[in-house]
């Protein structure tokens, strides 16, 4: 069982729609939780990260997390077609300098 | 300014070549790292330096794989002997000093080497 699971997709949505996505983790030392974005032959780029427990909200996008539950989500509200790219959770037991454990990501397509 | 770089962008070979893949980190990051992505999945943490030294290389798959950082900037990854099994995107990042001040350390991500083993 991988550390990290992310429901693979594709995911198509029309544009304007709330988008969810989650992924679910078995680590309880994880602290530090992420979301990415990565384009087509693209590096991955952060978009969020949330410390611990709760939400955080950051223009459209609102992260959260629930350590009880090892459940973590990415709303995306009013969605655009520049959206469509691929979201990788990720997670890390400490900032400083360690590894990042990511998920298989979901592939998401906002349909104008 | 200037993010990671990654050379080449896209390498293929044969069974059996070796090959050196090569990391611009951005200047002054102290820490560096290398992952691996293969098609539809996740990036998969390879190893990571701090400074010179490899700080934790538990992600490298066999000892066919290595990778230098001689002077604490620019790192090789070092792929010998390669094998089909080893096509995917070479992910390289980097992040700035360590810091007491609470926050998250962000690792910046190069666009990747695609490799290519026939």
């Known amino acids: 069982q991988k550390e990290v699971e992310q429901d693979p997709g594709p995911l198509s949505v029309p544009e304007g729609a709330i988008v969810s996505l989650n992924c679910t983790?078995?680590?309880?030392?994880?602290?530090?939780?992420?979301?990415?974005?990565?384009?087509?032959?693209?590096?991955?780029?952060?978009?969020?990260?949330?410390?611990?427990?709760?939400?955080?909200?950051?223009?459209?996008?609102?992260?959260q997390v629930d350590k009880s539950s090892k459940y973590i989500s990415l709303f995306i509200r009013d969605s655009q077609p520049s959206d469509s790219a691929t979201y990788l959770c990720a997670m890390e037991k400490e900032s400083s300098a360690s590894k990042i454990i990511f998920g298989s990501g979901t592939r998401l397509s906002i349909r104008p | 300014g200037a993010g990671v770089s990654q050379t080449?962008?896209?390498?293929?070979?044969?069974?059996?070549?070796?090959?050196?893949?090569?990391?611009?980190?951005?200047?002054?990051?102290?820490?560096?790292?290398?992952?691996?992505?293969?098609?539809g999945q996740g990036p998969e943490f390879?190893?990571?330096?701090?400074?010179?030294?490899?700080?934790?290389?538990?992600?490298?798959?066999?000892?066919r794989f290595f990778a230098v950082r001689p002077e604490g900037s620019v790192s090789t990854l070092k792929i010998q002997r390669t094998e089909r099994g080893d096509s995917a995107v070479y992910l390289c990042a980097s992040s700035p000093k360590l810091s007491s001040r609470r926050g998250y350390n962000e690792q910046f991500f190069g666009p990747g080497t695609r490799l290519t083993v026939l």
């Not at chain 1, 602290?31 to 978009?47: A, D």
């Not at chain 2, 390879?46 to 992600?59: H, K, M, P, V, W």
Request: glycine share 8%; with cysteine; charged share 20%.
């Open chain 2, 8 to 39: 080449p962008s896209n390498k293929v070979t044969e069974k059996g070549k070796y090959v050196e893949l090569r990391c611009d980190p951005i200047s002054g990051h102290t820490a560096l790292y290398w992952y691996r992505q293969s098609l």
């Open chain 1, 25 to 63: 983790y078995s680590n309880s030392a994880f602290q530090y939780f992420m979301w990415y974005r990565q384009y087509s032959r693209k590096g991955p780029e952060l978009l969020m990260y949330t410390y611990s427990s709760g939400n955080k909200e950051d223009g459209r996008f609102t992260a």
């Open chain 2, 46 to 63: 390879l190893i990571y330096f701090q400074g010179t030294g490899a700080a934790d290389d538990s992600g490298l798959p066999n000892d």
